[in-house]
């Protein structure tokens, strides 16, 4: 494997300085080809999905399919006008000068996947490197193998390895990988996987994107539609069986609502999920593996021994790589729960009295990837918002900003850095080159030395610039 790998490697960066040239027409063109050969392997698609993570079609064709080929059809249709230069405003200082920002690839890049999106978190930043015009080696999970296999059936039917290339294996095959010296590394996982991916690129001065994880907080006021909340927070939660990046981990509901609020979130999980009393699984996903089925039944187990109220669930089905959905109140802290991101089907709820508690605890974590905020109240949303820090937010809903290809997705410090899809994706993957086109008529010769008898400049220079 080291051997293919540094072959590979060689050819990418042999191939990387032809690539570079490529213009915006030949890129749609690839743009265009890996779209067709993904709706060639649809139906593969979705049946290694259902086999990794018991994903229906629906939920397939929504969270993964579907995002790909809208973030597809939006680069191709806008890449032309973000390959112009940018036109840059002149200065006082430096008026005859024609100023502008060139996008360039960053060369070869490689980009490493998670399991639970394991096609659209390959694909996503894959359609950005490509935009860009970057060679690139794409590492997906090992944990969703059945996903892994198509997404190299898709790459390597549409590119050659020395422009795109899919490289499988376990942890030692991502080791392998991080030794190399890439121009770039689009990470996403969890957080402490994280330092390890920019610990290695520092060796090489790699830039890096990380989409990491955290505990994403969900802020019901007061003032609000409760049972619309419920609802939107279950589908935000239970989707995927919890295990989504920016999922409300857990949930701030004021003291006096708490009680219905779990009424009205497990009438919403029986909608949605159970059919006379019973758990449809053909609706609900499983837990990837037996690793982090048995990581989440400690965790509740631990908040349990200490004290926790569980008011919604605890069934776990073990064959089935199932837990149905949990609903936890009353939770000591220094438990698990609250202080592990959770990626799975367990809601803990914290009561408070007033929102600068909760401003107060959100503060005192690690900046989450996502902050929910459901308020009828405009004062209440400003102050929340003024007084927290996330990768992103959204007011009265969750989940749907990473939907929008016009708006950045990243994290902060703890949660990532970085941002991604569309533009912002695109400009991940470039490097933003300034370029001074000089007028042969100018003044820059009034800073040339002797600098003797020259004070005069300096305040014609203090005022200009």
């Known amino acids: 494997m080291e051997q293919k790998i540094s072959l590979i490697f060689k050819s990418q960066q042999d191939y990387k300085y032809t690539l570079r040239k490529s213009n915006v027409d030949e890129r749609i063109i690839k743009l265009k080809a890996i779209k067709k050969t993904i709706k060639k392997y649809e139906n593969q698609l979705y049946a290694a999905l259902q086999s990794d993570l018991r994903k229906s079609r629906f939920e397939s064709a929504v969270t993964e399919l579907l995002f790909i080929y809208g973030e597809l059809d939006f680069t191709i249709k806008n890449l032309g006008s973000w390959l112009k230069p940018q036109y840059i405003g002149k200065t006082l200082s430096n008026p005859f000068s024609k100023n502008r920002i060139y996008y360039e690839p960053k060369g070869l890049c490689l980009i490493m996947a998670p399991w639970n999106y394991p096609f659209q978190l390959v694909m996503s930043p894959l359609i950005s490197a490509i935009a860009a015009g970057n060679c690139v080696m794409v590492k997906p999970s090992e944990h969703s193998s059945s996903t892994s296999t198509i997404i190299r059936a898709i790459i390597e039917e549409t590119f050659e390895s020395k422009e795109i290339a899919c490289i499988e294996g376990d942890a030692s095959v991502a080791t392998l990988l991080l030794n190399l010296p890439f121009d770039h590394i689009f990470f996403t996982g969890s957080t402490e996987i994280g330092k390890v991916v920019m610990a290695a690129a520092a060796k090489h001065l790699s830039s890096v994107t990380l989409e990491l994880g955290g505990k994403s907080p969900t802020i019901i006021d007061r003032e609000v539609d409760l049972h619309q909340a419920a609802e939107k927070i279950a589908w935000g939660k239970l989707v995927n069986s919890g295990q989504t990046c920016i999922a409300p981990d857990y949930v701030f509901v004021h003291q006096h609502q708490l009680t219905d609020f779990i009424a009205l979130y497990k009438a919403a999980v029986y909608k949605f999920y159970f059919n006379n009393d019973k758990i449809v699984l053909d609706n609900y996903g499983k837990i990837i593996n037996h690793k982090h089925f048995n990581r989440l039944k400690a965790m509740v187990n631990d908040a349990v021994e200490k004290g926790a109220m569980m008011d919604l669930g605890g069934t776990f089905n073990e064959n089935e790589q199932s837990i149905n959905p949990i609903v ?17 089907p367990v809601l803990p709820i914290i009561t408070y009295k007033d929102l600068d508690e909760v401003i107060e605890k959100i503060n005192k974590k690690s900046k989450p990837l996502a902050l929910y905020i459901f308020s009828k109240s405009k004062a209440n949303i400003k102050k929340l918002i003024k007084n927290t820090t996330a990768g992103g937010t959204c007011v009265n809903d969750v989940l749907v900003h990473i939907s929008n290809p016009k708006l950045p997705f990243g994290g902060v410090n703890g ?22 086109f000089q ?18 400049v300096l305040k014609i220079l203090k005022k200009i610039m």
């Open 328 to 344: 936890l109140s009353n939770i000591p802290e220094g438990t698990k729960l609250m202080e592990e991101e959770i990626f799975g």
């Open 415 to 436: 949660s990532g850095m970085g941002s991604s899809h569309g533009f912002f994706g695109f400009k991940n993957f470039s490097h933003e080159r300034a370029i001074v």
């Open 439 to 456: 007028s042969s008529i100018g003044f820059n010769w009034l800073i040339y030395p002797p600098y003797h008898g020259k004070e005069w």
